[in-house]
């Protein structure tokens, strides 16, 4: 998924606004790539593991196995 031109405004408009002397970014997008923001970007890496069984996968699979409702 992208970010419209009027969502990456509106994101860069709320980072530069914030009162912070860092910005750290969780999302595998560019941001520093997509919009000029006032002050450095540290990106956060992260990995997911399942702990527990179905997990969010199973849940996932388990929701988009279901019947569908009739409206």
Do not use: C, H
């Amino acid at each position: 998924m992208g970010y419209s031109s009027r969502q990456i405004a509106a994101l860069a408009a709320t980072l530069n606004a914030a009162d912070a002397d860092f910005i750290v970014a969780g999302t595998p997008v560019d941001l520093a790539g997509l919009m000029t923001l006032n002050k450095p970007i540290i990106r956060a890496r992260y990995e997911f593991a399942e702990l527990e069984r179905p997990g969010l996968w199973g849940a996932i699979a388990e929701f988009l196995d279901r019947p569908k409702k009739q409206t």
